[in-house]
T-cell receptor, first 112, second 110 residues
Framework: NAGVTQTPKFQVLKTGQSMTLQCAQDMNHNSMYWYRQDPGMGLRLIYYSASEGTTDKGEVPNGYNVSRLNKREFSLRLESAAPSQTSVYFC???????????FGDGTRLSIL | LAKTTQPISMDSYEGQEVNITCSHNNIATNDYITWYQQFPSQGPRFIIQGYKTKVTNEVASLFIPADRKSSTLSLPRVSLSDTAVYYCLVGDIAGTALIFGKGTTLSVSS
């Protein structure tokens, strides 16, 4: 049972570079989410996809874009990375929006 | 959006019962309450979810009073491995209003 798989696990970027974080789930879940977690902080929702073909902004969407490629995959893209985007990024999924979320182990992203 | 307030940290000893209370004064009628646990370098893990009264599973109990303005996560007989950050979330039926606060860091000592 892989659950939610995030790639890569670690990444270092230079300011201005672009990058796509990948997330895939094998639980046939409908909803998927992207969060960021900064040191000593809780998770903040960046974007979510309630179902295949739909995406919506969360609490902190600026500087990010997402693509719900299919039911399994939900990617997060940084078009022009900034040091303020240094964080740990978590992807999550759930069968229905009101059900508990299953999280991946995160992508640790540093932007210099 | 219903905002939650939890203690920043709590300390306990092995074998004790730990109760973590979360305040959510603005909880809406359709909101449910969910608790997650997070270990360092891992994603949060679901513990328990409830709407009203009491819910119990194999790892915890969740107590919700009639006014639903607060909830208490109860961990029976904690062990060192329960040292983690615990998050209380309040979300609506659509599931789009989930807000993770800073959580409660629980430290269990021997």
């Amino acid at each position: 049972n892989a659950g939610v798989t995030q790639t890569p696990k670690f990444q270092v970027l230079k300011t201005g570079q672009s990058m796509t974080l990948q997330c895939a789930q094998d639980m046939n879940h409908n909803s998927m989410y992207w969060y960021r977690q900064d040191p000593g902080m809780g998770l903040r929702l960046i974007y979510y996809s309630a179902s295949e073909g739909t995406t919506d902004k969360g609490e902190v969407p600026n500087g990010y874009n997402v693509s719900r490629l299919n039911k399994r995959e939900f990617s997060l893209r940084l078009e022009s990375a900034a040091p303020s985007q240094t964080s740990v990024y978590f992807c999550a999924s759930t069968r229905q929006s009101n059900q508990p979320q299953h999280f991946g182990d995160g992508t640790r992203l540093s932007i210099l | 959006l219903a905002k939650t307030t939890q203690p920043i940290s709590m300390d306990s000893y092995e074998g004790q019962e730990v109760n973590i209370t979360c305040s959510h004064n603005n909880i809406a009628t359709n909101d449910y309450i969910t608790w997650y646990q997070q270990f360092p370098s891992q994603g949060p893990r679901f513990i328990i979810q409830g709407y009203k009264t009491k819910v119990t599973n194999e790892v915890a109990s969740l107590f919700i009073p009639a006014d639903r303005k607060s909830s208490t996560l109860s961990l029976p007989r904690v062990s060192l491995s329960d040292t983690a950050v615990y998050y209380c979330l309040v979300g609506d039926i659509a599931g789009t209003a989930l807000i993770f606060g800073k959580g409660t860091t629980l430290s269990v000592s021997s």
